[in-house]
């Protein structure tokens, strides 16, 4: 069964520093890739996606992930973060393939936490 | 536009009661789905619906647990005989018909915190 590993449970940083989290699924056929994140007490929200092609993602608010394949990774990354950052951020697969419908695997999330 | 409307966005049961959870999808959507998010855990899939139809029922517990999604009115997820192990956060989602990529992106609901006595 396909399953997806966010390595980082918590993270804590000061505003402008960098931001990567990472991400590693198991499937190891056509994958569709999404990133989604969690401001506290409010609903999910879409952060970018990746189906096919240029395998450097842009989001919003600044985020981007890169697709490597053979790293079965598709790390989120962000140059500079602020306080309105702080958030839970969930990395989520579907396997691209019919049989597979519309079911999302999803990560265990990571909390981050960053301090003004 | 109204998004993902879940109600209630609390619920408090004792065990052994019915939960019943409700989900009206974005408009223009026909595709729902349900996730369960226990404490500490990322969310997990229970269930895939579309209209009248249940396409994907492949992480629902066995026992208990029940879900619809009518032609008229909202999806419906409903636990019977509630215990504590089902305190959770249940989140639905939909999406559009596919239009030839096979896969739209889900969009969520606020979730329905259930806590069971």
């Known amino acids: 069964a396909q399953s997806v590993s966010q390595h980082n449970h918590h993270v804590i940083l000061s505003e402008a520093a960098s931001l990567e989290l990472g991400c590693n699924y198991s499937?190891?056929?056509?994958?569709?890739l999404f990133w989604y994140v969690q401001y506290p007490g409010q609903h999910l929200q879409l952060l970018l996606k990746?189906?096919?092609?240029?395998?450097l993602v842009k989001g919003i608010k600044g985020f981007e992930a890169e697709f490597i394949k053979s790293k079965f990774s598709f790390n989120l990354r962000k140059p500079s973060v602020q306080w309105s950052d702080t958030a839970e951020y969930f990395c989520?697969?579907?396997?691209?393939?019919?049989?597979?419908?519309?079911?999302?695997?999803f990560g265990g999330g990571t909390r981050v936490l960053v301090k003004p | 536009n109204a998004g993902v409307m879940q109600n209630p966005r609390h619920l408090v049961r004792r065990r052994g009661q019915e939960a019943r959870l409700r989900c009206s999808p974005m408009?223009?959507?026909?595709?729902v789905y349900w996730y369960r998010q226990l404490p500490e855990e990322g969310l997990k899939f229970m269930v895939y619906?579309?209209?009248?139809?249940?396409?994907?029922e492949s992480g629902m517990p066995k026992e208990r647990f029940s879900a619809e999604f009518p032609k008229e009115g909202p999806s419906i997820l409903r636990i019977q005989q509630v215990v504590r192990g089902d305190s959770a956060a249940y989140f639905c989602?939909?999406?559009?018909?596919?239009?030839?990529?096979?896969?739209?992106?889900?969009?969520f609901g606020d979730g329905t915190r259930l806590s069971i006595l």
């Open positions: 408009k223009g959507h026909s595709h």
């Open positions: 989520a697969v579907n396997e691209g393939i019919k049989a597979a419908g519309n079911k999302l695997t």
């Open positions: 619906l579309q209209k009248e139809n249940i396409i994907d």
């Open positions: 990746y189906f096919s092609g240029d395998p």
């Open positions: 989602a939909s999406s559009p018909p596919g239009s030839g990529t096979g896969f739209q992106p889900q969009h």
């Open positions: 499937y190891g056929g056509t994958v569709n």
